[in-house]
């Protein structure tokens, strides 16, 4: 039988904002799985959360760079916040994103990438020896349209370009490009606040959208209702589930009286011509990355021959 510790149910509880007890007895009786235990959880109508999303951890900057028809974002790493506000470190970053632009998505690409006559991973490391802190350029993404316009959104910037949050999104028009890079932005800012899982219910993951139907179809099967009538309840709540998740189905933050598609048609009057969202890409700095706590005090009374 699994071990299930302290922190195991405090981070379950976390996720959830189910009872302590609750999360004991989840954990308990999947073994300590985790994500088992959240649908556990869900199943007995005890928990609202849908996933877990990691806890937030690490420091740094994303940039969020564009340039008409193409975009990049990129993450870099530090070990403390007080180096995102040193100016080296920023133009590093800033840096790193321009050549993402061309370079395109691939890490290690990009490392190898040259500006002048050193590679960005070399400028990395220069960086790391003058600041005196660890740095890591942790992942990439681009979009590119072949007519219309990338638009991006920084959330938190320290200064243009780059901040705790950044945003891309491909919009896909022969019309105006200046209302397109507005109505781009307005989605951006919308991605960043909602966070989407995909653009629509296709682009869902399959496995997301068969377990979220399993948790569902159990939780009223526990409730003693006929399978004819889960099936139509199931039916029913997935459509309300891809309102929630997926960009294109979502209350338009600028407006909740309309979906993002409606808002995106309304917007074709504008812009001059039809317009398509070809995708997006949200990064939060650190999302996924676990920091391991620590007891400051004890550390020290440790360091003085005290612990």
């Not at 308990?28 to 649908?39: C, L, R, S, V, Y």
């Not at 028809?69 to 133009?91: M, Y």
């Not at 398509?276 to 021959?305: H, M, P, W």
Request: charge should be neutral; proline fraction near 1%; include cysteine.
């Amino acid at each position: 039988m699994a071990t299930i510790t302290a922190a195991m149910v405090k981070d379950l509880r976390e996720t959830t904002g189910a009872g302590m007890m609750d999360c004991k007895g989840a954990l308990n009786e999947t073994g300590g799985d985790m994500q088992a235990a959240i649908d556990w959880l869900r199943k007995k109508g005890l928990s609202k959360a849908a996933k877990k999303s990691g806890r937030v951890a690490a420091e740094g900057l994303v940039a969020a760079i564009t340039a008409g028809p193409k975009g990049a974002l990129v993450e870099v790493n530090s070990e403390t916040d007080f180096v995102a506000r040193n100016e080296q470190f920023q133009g590093l970053v800033k840096m790193i994103g321009q050549v993402a632009l061309d370079a395109g998505a691939d890490v290690e690409k990009i490392k190898t990438a040259k500006v002048g006559n050193v590679t960005v991973e070399a400028a990395i490391n220069d960086a790391i020896a003058t600041i005196g802190e660890n740095m890591t350029l942790r992942r990439a993404a681009s979009l590119s349209v072949k007519d219309g316009v990338v638009a991006s959104y920084v959330h938190n910037a320290v200064i243009d370009g780059l901040g705790k949050m950044g945003v891309l999104v491909a919009l896909e028009s022969t019309g105006k490009k200046d209302e397109l890079a507005t109505l781009g932005k307005q989605i951006a800012m919308h991605v960043a606040a909602s966070n989407p899982q995909a653009l629509d219910a296709a682009g869902l993951d399959p496995d997301v959208v068969r377990r979220e139907k399993d948790v569902m179809a159990d939780k009223y099967r526990q409730q003693g209702k006929l399978d004819a009538m889960i099936e139509k309840i199931v039916e029913s709540g997935l459509k309300t589930y891809y309102k929630e998740v997926t960009l294109l189905e979502q209350a338009f933050i600028h407006d909740s009286a309309k979906t993002v598609a409606q808002a995106v048609k309304e917007a074709e009057g504008k812009v001059g011509a039809p317009v398509k969202v070809t995708g997006f890409v949200r990064y939060a700095l650190g999302e996924g990355i676990e920091k391991q706590e620590s007891d400051f005090a004890a550390e020290v009374a440790a360091a003085a021959g005290q612990g």
